[in-house]
């Protein structure tokens, strides 16, 4: 079993659901906000959190996905501190859109007509998609942990500044303070 390859092909698809999702996201939340402008100013920030997230989303795993190994971007820390921290917003996003619907429209969007059905009823997609990118940065997060964690076990202490696309190692190191011993990571075996 190719291990860095699984891992790889799971970068793949995480980062394409991710983005395409998000930016979903961003076109339903701007016809949502114009909306909601229409009723008030108050109505408008809650709508702006999805648009907010969706854009910060696309504006860093976009670029993740197509740097070079070596920039900081792409290291083992950032990847797991920002994804985690999107992992949130989309997971507050979510729930903030869950209760945007309750409150809009608590007997249901039939209640309401013209362009605030519309954006009632596409609520529940924003929703769920909003659950999904967060599942999709949770899994990634989690293997990246784990393979993290195995790295750091087999004796690699520099993993957490190494790229993510060099996960996982292939070669069991014996432990030392030394950072040359990392040059034997690029190694083939």
């Not at 979510?94 to 608590?106: D, K, Q, S, Y």
């Amino acid at each position: 079993m190719d291990c860095k390859r699984h891992f790889t092909r799971l970068q793949s698809w995480v980062f394409s659901i991710v983005v395409g999702l998000s930016c979903v996201i961003i076109v339903a939340e701007l016809y949502g906000i114009a909306v909601m402008a229409a009723l008030g100013p108050g109505a408008v920030v809650p709508a702006s959190m999805g648009f907010a997230t969706a854009l910060f989303t696309v504006l860093s795993v976009g670029p993740m996905s197509y740097s070079p190994s070596s920039s900081f971007i792409t290291t083992v820390m950032f990847q797991t501190v920002w994804l985690s921290i999107l992992c949130v917003l989309w997971l507050s996003t979510g729930a903030l859109t869950h209760t945007i619907r309750e409150t809009l429209a608590p007997d249901g969007c039939d209640a309401l007509a013209g362009h605030e059905r519309s954006v009632c009823g596409q609520l529940p997609f924003v929703e769920l998609y909003c659950y999904i990118i967060s599942a999709a940065l949770l899994i990634y997060t989690l293997a990246l942990s784990a393979l993290t964690t195995k790295a750091v076990v087999d004796g690699h202490p520099g993993v957490w500044t190494a790229s993510a696309w060099d996960l996982p190692y292939n070669k069991v190191l014996p432990y030392t303070k030394d950072p040359s011993t990392e040059a034997l990571l690029y190694e083939e075996v």
